[in-house]
């Protein structure tokens, strides 16, 4: 399935439920920027690989452009420029002074050794230095890219044009100018989106979740929620998972993968594959993986009652359709997983400012902002009668317009 035809099918869906002004809509359906890279590469081994990587600058209408970089043997141009959509939504609902973007480089890194990651990364800088910056657009971690590489990329940049405040890229290490909370920002974000909605769905503290994903985002997302009382009866990797009704010791998961490289032959735990895994008797499924996982084919048998996306885009527009149909609320990824570009634009402030503010400052301010934004969105659902998602995305093309029209 093509991610960017979803991505325009949200939109469809949306405006037919509410008043949107057709310059918008038109705005919003084609990027204003597409770049396409190649990118030389010395290999170890001496040899130069090229790799193609990308930029989608979606829309500047509240701000620079803002959006994450990822490297996966997938990416593709209309992965990238429903992502970059994706984040002009997401800014827009958590009411950020910023536009949508999105990069990436179709690649598997783990394929590659660190040098030849790191000169990779170094490459795509060189690729498109003259379109980003501060003012301009400013870069994210995304799936594959760790605190790091963003590392390496803002050396890189500020090498090339003498830029100084490190606002640049965003998801640095805390030494190179990154803000604290960043790594935890993305599930900690949608804990407190969940938390803020929980009573309206009609989940007591204790409940169950399954996690699909042990990434940054789902990996945090298991602890935070293990941490506040919840039980995480399911969890899964790109391999497969694991599954125990009575719960799993989230520390000691991650122990046994350390250690294995795998979740397979969790002692107490069956295993299991990321599609039994979503179809789970859990209370709360929280998909924080990659696109497209619930679907027209599986939407029938979700029995979870709540699902709260922590990837991009996991669930299609006809999936949607039957899990309203259905009543299973789906707390859109535009809302569910903004605390990463919440946070990411508090670096950008704190590193244009000289500032450096305390965790939990962050936090606190992270929180706010999750939760006004997760009751703002569903009494939006409840006055038009309709889901989670199309709401998220009434309320983003509120502030569109309104940026829109002042602008002009």
């Known amino acids: 399935m093509n991610a960017f035809d979803n991505a325009l099918k949200q939109l469809d869906r949306a405006a037919a439920v509410g008043r949107v002004g057709e310059e918008l809509l038109a705005r919003l359906r084609v990027p204003e920027r597409q770049v396409r890279v190649a990118i030389p590469v010395k290999m170890d081994d001496g040899s130069t690989r090229l790799f193609e990587g990308y930029r989608v600058q979606?829309?500047?209408?509240?701000?620079?452009?803002?959006?994450?970089?990822?490297?996966?043997?997938?990416?593709?141009?209309?992965?990238?420029?429903?992502?970059?959509?994706?984040?002009?939504?997401?800014?827009?609902?958590?009411?950020?002074?910023?536009?949508?973007?999105?990069g990436g480089i179709t690649v598997d890194p783990k394929r590659l050794s660190k040098k030849e990651l790191e000169r990779l990364?170094?490459?795509?800088?060189?690729?498109?230095?003259?379109?980003?910056?501060?003012?301009?657009?400013?870069?994210?971690?995304?799936?594959?890219?760790?605190?790091?590489?963003i590392g390496w990329m803002a050396d890189e940049y500020r090498k090339i044009t003498g830029e100084k405040t490190?606002?640049?890229?965003?998801?640095?290490?805390?030494?190179?100018?990154?803000?604290?909370?960043?790594?935890?920002?993305?599930?900690?974000?949608?804990?407190?989106?969940?938390?803020?909605?929980?009573?309206?769905?009609?989940?007591?503290?204790?409940?169950?979740?399954?996690?699909?994903?042990?990434g940054n985002v789902g990996g945090n997302a298991a602890k935070i929620f293990s941490e506040r009382g919840y039980r995480v009866i399911a969890m899964s990797d790109s391999r497969g998972g694991i599954f125990n009704g009575r719960g799993l010791e989230v520390a000691a998961v991650f122990a046994h993968k350390e250690k294995h490289g795998a979740l397979?032959?969790?002692?107490?735990?069956?295993?299991?594959?990321?599609?039994?895994?979503?179809?789970?008797?859990?209370?709360?499924?929280?998909?924080?993986?990659?696109?497209?996982?619930?679907?027209?084919?599986?939407?029938?048998?979700?029995?979870?009652?709540?699902?709260?996306?922590?990837?991009?885009?996991?669930?299609?527009?006809e999936a949607d359709d039957i899990l309203f149909a259905r009543g299973i609320p789906v707390v859109p990824d535009i809302l569910a997983n903004s605390g990463g570009v919440i946070v990411s634009t508090f670096e950008w402030e704190q590193n244009l400012k000289g500032q450096h503010w305390s965790e939990k400052k962050v936090f606190a301010k992270l929180?706010?902002?999750?939760?006004?934004?997760?009751?703002?969105?569903?009494?939006?659902?409840?006055?038009?009668?309709?889901?989670?998602?199309?709401?998220?995305?009434?309320?983003?093309?509120?502030r569109l317009e309104k940026a829109l029209k002042s602008a002009l």
């Open 58 to 102: 979606h829309s500047s209408v509240r701000g620079p452009y803002k959006g994450g970089i990822r490297y996966h043997p997938d990416a593709d141009i209309n992965e990238v420029k429903a992502l970059a959509l994706w984040m002009t939504m997401k800014c827009a609902v958590a009411d950020l002074p910023m536009g949508g973007g999105k």
């Open 121 to 149: 990364s170094r490459g795509w800088v060189r690729a498109l230095s003259p379109l980003i910056g501060p003012r301009t657009d400013v870069p994210a971690p995304d799936l594959n890219t760790t605190p790091e590489i």
């Open 264 to 317: 397979t032959k969790f002692p107490g735990a069956r295993t299991i594959s990321n599609e039994a895994l979503l179809e789970l008797p859990a209370d709360v499924l929280i998909p924080a993986a990659l696109e497209n996982q619930l679907t027209a084919k599986n939407a029938k048998r979700i029995k979870a009652r709540v699902i709260l996306e922590l990837a991009n885009g996991p669930t299609t527009p």
């Open 166 to 214: 490190g606002a640049t890229f965003t998801g640095k290490p805390l030494e190179k100018g990154g803000s604290e909370g960043r790594v935890l920002a993305t599930g900690l974000g949608g804990f407190f989106a969940f938390d803020a909605l929980r009573e309206q769905f009609g989940i007591k503290y204790g409940a169950t979740v399954a996690v699909q994903g042990m």
């Open 367 to 398: 929180k706010t902002i999750i939760q006004r934004e997760a009751r703002r969105v569903a009494a939006e659902a409840k006055k038009r009668k309709t889901d989670l998602r199309r709401a998220a995305f009434l309320v983003a093309f509120g």
